[in-house]
């Protein structure tokens, strides 16, 4: 019962990344890929109608956590304290400002565009560096007290995972734009994701090599890596080719194979320390009890399917690329 529902906040993790990372490269390539207010409406535009259904996976990840492993989620949460309050920063400056933009058609724009940005490349690195300590070991020690001071979550590992989650999210917007976008931005997006590919590479190959000195190694996240390398390679062969729909799909998984990475590390220790003698917590400390599982198993199946199901029609209604006649939702 606890592998299910580590396995079920696996599930909805990857699903968060691998859907709402487009909106947050979008957002870091919002000034690069528009030249106007006519085309920043436009690529606004083309992440619209999925954009409040993409944040549902985390919303469903986050209550997960709270049920399932209620002593795992305090003690994360306050290791990694800094990089958390960062996240809930850009996250809501990100919602906020994507939601008002445009609510005033007279309005000065140019603040919120900014607001979107800022939001979108904190969100992201914040991601990064929160999932880089994960890797490496959240700085507690003995009863869980964090130590190190504020900045002991910045370690250049974790920066590393940081940037790294910029380039997976850049290349997941540019894409999807190169899907979605009206077709003039398709090259541009093209150019801009064929760009991204490099320093993709670059992080996964510096992230395992690492992390294979640093972290307590475990073939369970191998098949995670070579998801992920895969997934880099097919994005790249099909942008050459111009299949960027394949694209969207492989860097879609791209962006999910870092939770998958550590998701499975983690196993059977949910939660180290990155400090000698510091806090382990194994999954079944962590996890609720056998009653409080099955109760909410109850409920597992019926919110999977509603939330798959909300999914699924908003890109079946969507699947075509915005153009005149598209309600431009910011």
């Known amino acids: 019962m606890v592998i299910l529902w580590w396995c079920v906040l696996g ?5 968060y990344f691998a859907l709402a990372g487009y909106d947050y490269g979008i957002g870091m390539l919002l000034g690069r890929l528009s030249r106007d207010e006519g085309d920043r409406r436009r690529v606004l535009g083309a992440f619209g109608p999925f954009f409040l259904a993409n ?4 919303v469903a990840a986050v209550g ?26 850009g996250l809501v400056t990100f919602t906020a400002a994507v939601q008002l933009r ?5 309005a000065g724009r140019g603040t919120w565009t900014l607001a979107i940005t800022v939001g979108a490349w904190v969100t992201a690195v914040s991601w990064g560096v929160f999932l880089g300590n994960l890797v490496l070991g ?23 995972w940081g940037a790294g989650f910029v380039a997976l999210f850049a290349l997941q917007g540019a894409a999807f734009l190169a899907v979605r976008a009206p077709s003039e931005f398709t090259a541009r ?23 294979a000195f640093e972290a307590t190694a475990s073939w369970t996240v191998l098949p995670a890596i070579v998801l992920a390398f895969g997934a880099l390679g097919v994005a790249a062969a ?22 998958l990475a550590v998701g499975t590390l983690r196993l059977p220790d949910a939660l180290v ?52 006649r598209s309600l431009l939702h910011f």
């Open 11 to 15: 599930f909805l993790t990857a699903g």
């Open 189 to 211: 997006a093209n150019r801009t994701a064929k760009a991204l590919l490099a320093p993709a590479f670059a992080f996964l190959v510096v992230a395992v090599g690492w992390g």
């Open 64 to 89: 997960v956590l709270f049920g399932a492993f209620p002593q795992l989620e305090g003690k994360v949460f306050s290791g990694a304290y800094v990089p958390v309050v960062t996240l809930l920063l």
């Open 238 to 259: 099909a942008l050459r080719a111009g299949r960027h729909r394949s694209a969207l799909i492989a860097t879609m998984v791209l962006s999910a194979s870092p939770a």
């Open 273 to 324: 320390s990155s400090v000698d003698g510091g806090l382990s917590l194994s999954l079944t400390e962590a996890a609720a009890s056998t009653e409080i599982l099955g109760l909410l198993s109850f409920v597992l199946l019926p919110a999977l399917v509603v939330i798959a199901a909300v999914q699924w029609v908003t890109w079946r209604r969507n699947a075509g690329r915005v153009d005149q």
């Open 55 to 58: 944040e549902v996976w985390l």
């Open 138 to 160: 959240l700085p507690l020690d003995a009863a869980g007290v964090p130590t190190g001071g504020v900045l002991a979550a910045f370690e250049p590992y974790a920066l590393l």
């Open 102 to 106: 445009s609510r005033r058609p007279d």
